[in-house]
């Protein structure tokens, strides 16, 4: 099977087209050509008025060698790449070792505990929320009610914060195992849209994550997994060695409860920040790494769509309008757009009482009234925020408590027009743009709730990306904050074993522990973490069987 890369095709190109740009490509009959499949399929939008789809496609022929031999100086056409999945290893069947535990049941922990169970581990999957619908309802009573659950809503319980967001299902990621495409299938199997497979920037939406997360749970639960929800790890027991080397031997929980372990994965997101503050106590090795505050903006869907798009905009293969921007200051700062919802719309996204955070959801429909993006300013810590692997914290909790006070203190927002940001003057009135965050919006300067390099980077970026997408930078445009939890501000530290520095079986893994941002990054570290405990506990098991010997 061969796979071409890069046919470009008219927006409106009618169904056979695209079997005859192949033929052209190879320079073969329609007899030659068996059979095709879309690997991939984009749009080049950088010309409005000739907008192209751009498709990879993997083709049978009736005889290979030839054609592949007459277009050996084509870069696109190329044998189609293996982009199966092989398990690194497998549990025998009479294993009786440690049962791996896997704390935390988003993106990453799910795909940690699915791996394990498939290789024959029966994991036991811990989380300090509930299962996916109970917790759904705890997060629209912050909506609907202003009522906050901690230990339930947008960023604790199963699905992780990824349930409650756009459902992006790509990233930047090197990934020369294609494990990337192994997440993309196990979702498909648990009834992911088919296209996900496909579409250059796949993306799923939030009612269909909730069931997803259900049926990927029975299945771990099918092959001898355990889920036990409710269960927040409060502290950990570390054994030191007389040459101070260090072992997790155990979990506690604020239930009482206590757990002897064999390895952890600990996979708790980016905003278990009290469990933060526990493993630093214990002496678990953390360190401040970069992130970066803003707010969110929110413009008409149609503005974007036509900027974007212009005559095509409404076009039903194009789908709702993205963009990604970013600009560098004057003040050497950058400010990009992040997580990027179409469609969409802006929610609270706290977990700690009195303070408030935003971020972006969009169904799989993203056929919301309006676009909403992060606006973010990247800063680190030996700039900002020196001194403490904790400080980052500190400084995120700071910024969100300034945001629930000038939003009235009821878990409503701080909001602004984009023109009166841009004056300096606090907002009195709407505009054009209705804001769409829940519980609802308090106009003000939002000024106030974030630092001041912050707002001077946002007041030059906002115009330039103006310049970029034609009324971007609308008086009308409104920006509700804070946005601070655009990852953890810290890692937990690991070596090339994906074990903790200084913790022999603590595996850090994913968003929260530093080595991920977003679903399918998260969901791609959790195997890869995965993989590592496995061979382990086979290495363990090896290691027993000749002592015993012995």
Known sequence: MLRITELKLPIHHPEEALATAIRDRLRITPRDLVRYTIARRAHDARDKMDIQFVYSVDVTLRNEAPVLARCRRDRHVNPTPDTGYRFVAKAPADYAGPRPVVVGAGPCGLFAGLMLAQMGFRPIILDRGKVVRERTKDTWGLWRRSELNPESNVQFGEGGAG????????????????????????????????EILTEAHPHIGTFRLVTMVESMRATVEALGGEYRFGHRVEDIDVETAADGSRRLRGLRFQTGEAMAVGPVVLAVGHSARDTFHMLHDRGVFLEAKPFSIGVRIEHPQSWIDRARFGPCAGHPDLGAAAYSLSHHCANERTVYSFCMCPGGTVVAATSEPGRVATNGMSQYSRNERNANSGIVVGIDPDRDYPGHPLAG?????????????????????????????????????LGSVIPSYRPGVKLTDLAECLPEFVVTAMR?????FGREIPGYDHPDAVLTGVETRTSSPLRITRGEDFQSLNTAGLYPAGEGAGYAGGILSAAVDGIKVAEAVARDLLAMGQAKVAVARA
């Open 460 to 464: 030059e970026a906002l115009v330039a």
């Open 393 to 429: 914290i500190a400084l995120q909790r700071h910024w969100e408590e300034r945001a629930y006070v000038a939003g009235g203190g009821d878990y409503s927002a701080p909001a602004q027009k984009l023109g009166d940001f841009l004056a300096g003057r606090p907002s009195t009135a």
């Open 163 to 194: 349930t409650f967001s756009d459902g992006k299902l790509w990233s930047q990621i090197k990934d020369p195992r294609h494990l990337g495409r192994k997440v993309l299938t196990e979702f498909v199997k648990a009834g992911a849209p088919p």
